[in-house]
């Protein structure tokens, strides 16, 4: 659900409600009723629409804009996007299982009557002539039908019998289907009571055409209102007398005025093409709109800290809405390119092995082109020691010093001379074990410089650790060939395990 759909689908209620006003009663009950089940069936198609395609422009240019991180201090930000979305689901869940109720109701209905006249059945749980079953559809009459006078019988039975003949069931089940979907809407609302009120008129005119007598039509229908009450039932099906729009139907059949011609097949076929050519106006109109927003093609080169480019890194790209997302892998000449990109503020987020991710704010706007040059820091290595306070384990052989190429040009430090750390013997005795997490900078000749402790269980224990580190050697980080800087983290168990 967007909100591109719900503008759509409210310019055609309003337009199907407009129209059904101004024709008023110029025209039949049935050709009311079409246009608002026309009306019904277009906006529950808006979703299945395919979308248009998007439009690139020829050209766009870039400025780059500050990235901020903004982070609460004890509150996390309240995502509205997903409150309404979950609030939206509830409802659309509440009512589909409202009309599976129904629909089950009804086929307990229809399996627990008894034949009766004709096609007609009774039930005695029932107080109104009604038809249920959307698929199959059932005429069922109260038990009290039993003892009506004949011409109620047949009234009731060919005004039924007209709610089949026009599919009325089967229109019913997509207007559930649209009102579920667009509960939230009140245009939704007053359209589908609208085409039900048109329903039931269209089958008053029907049973009136046929030769009862439209005053003797009314009485019966007031009948069955009275009998009926207030008796809730749950959405099973259409009911023959609906006691809060009675009145209006009851002088619609008593007024000589009324016009009662079906739909023909010239008046459907026009309501049908003004539907769909309204339906492709209000849809196109609005995502043409979308499209004015001018288009662009945007161009990353990924470098490294010397300017040499980095293949095969990963760029992603997102616009300030969260909805848009654009990931590619640079080439092997270190360029990713995305097209068709609409003019906004974007974030470009880099990431390669080796390296550490880099971001970096662009507004792209209509203008020449967009490169965009991207440089990855220095990714930081790991290391981790484990010092037992039990047996002294074996002496190990010195590492063979050995380079592995990382992301482009990069050649991760290795340590040459690692000097033990020592678990204090206070510390040791006392049974205190841990471990130490330290941030150290190696330096070009692959010498240890500021070490900073991240987290220890015991100060002596930082001091043992950081005094050991402070004289490893490594074989220096190498970027393209020269020596660079680079940081490390150092994790130094200690532990009294053998």
Not at 84 to 92: C, E, K, P, Q, V
Not at 118 to 141: F, N, Q, Y
Not at 353 to 379: C, E, H, S, W, Y
Request: aromatic share 6%; charged share 20%; hydrophobic share 50%.
């Amino acid at each position: 659900m967007t909100t591109q759909w719900i503008l759509q689908a409210t310019l055609l209620m309003a337009a199907a409600l407009m129209v059904g006003f101004l024709a008023g009663q110029r025209i039949s009950a049935a050709r009311r009723h079409l246009i608002y089940l026309t009306a019904v069936l277009a906006v529950l198609a808006i979703p299945l629409l395919p979308r248009a395609a998007t439009i690139a422009v020829s050209s766009a240019s870039v400025v780059e804009v500050p990235v901020f991180t903004v982070r609460a201090d004890t509150t996390a930000p309240v995502d509205w996007m997903a409150i309404a979305g979950n609030i939206w689901l509830t409802g659309a869940i509440l009512l589909t299982a409202r009309y599976l109720i129904g629909m089950g109701r009804a086929a307990w209905l229809i399996r627990t009557s008894t034949p009766f006249r004709d096609e007609a059945r009774l039930h005695r749980s029932i107080r109104v002539p009604m038809v249920v079953g959307w698929l199959r559809p059932r005429i069922l009459l109260p038990a009290t039908a039993s003892d009506w006078p004949a011409e109620r019988i047949a009234s009731a039975i060919s005004h039924e019998r007209s709610h089949i003949e026009r599919l009325d069931c089967l229109w019913a089940l997509f207007a559930a289907a649209t009102t579920a979907i667009y509960w939230f809407h009140p245009l939704v609302w007053m359209l589908v009571d609208r085409m039900r009120q048109e329903s039931e008129r269209s089958c008053d005119d029907s049973v009136i055409r046929h030769g009862t007598d439209a005053r003797d039509y009314a009485e019966h229908l007031l009948e069955a209102a009275r009998e009926a009450g207030h008796h809730w039932e749950p959405a099973v099906g259409i009911a023959m007398a609906d006691a809060p729009k009675l009145e209006s139907r009851v002088v619609s059949v008593l007024d000589h005025r009324t016009v009662r011609t079906p739909v023909s097949r010239k008046f459907a076929a026009a309501v049908t093409v003004s539907a769909s050519v309204l339906l492709l106006l209000v849809t196109g109109a609005i995502t043409s709109r979308a499209q004015d927003v001018p288009q662009g093609t945007l161009e990353i080169t990924v470098v490294d800290p010397s300017g040499a480019r980095v293949a095969d890194a990963e760029v992603s790209v997102e616009d300030g809405s969260g909805k848009l997302q654009v990931k590619r892998k640079a080439s092997a000449e270190g360029i990713a390119r995305i097209d068709s990109l609409p003019a906004a503020d974007y974030l470009v987020e880099v990431k390669a092995p080796g390296f550490g991710p880099a971001t970096k704010g662009i507004r792209l706007q209509a203008d020449n082109g967009a490169r965009v040059a991207i440089a990855l820091d220095m990714g930081r290595i790991f290391e981790t020691v484990k010092v037992s306070g039990g047996v002294p384990a074996a002496p190990q052989a010195p590492r063979a010093p050995t380079r592995i190429r990382i992301g482009g040009n990069v050649q991760a430090a290795k340590v040459r001379n690692q000097v033990p750390v020592q678990y204090p013997p206070a510390l040791k005795n006392a049974g205190v074990q841990g471990t130490v997490f330290l941030q150290a900078v190696i330096l070009m000749d692959g010498t240890v410089g500021s070490v900073e402790v991240l987290s220890a269980p015991h100060p002596d224990l930082a001091t043992a650790a950081t005094d050991a580190v402070r004289q490893w050697t490594y074989e220096p980080t190498l970027l393209n060939g020269s020596p660079i800087e680079v940081i490390t983290k150092i994790n130094v168990n200690f532990t009294l395990a053998e």
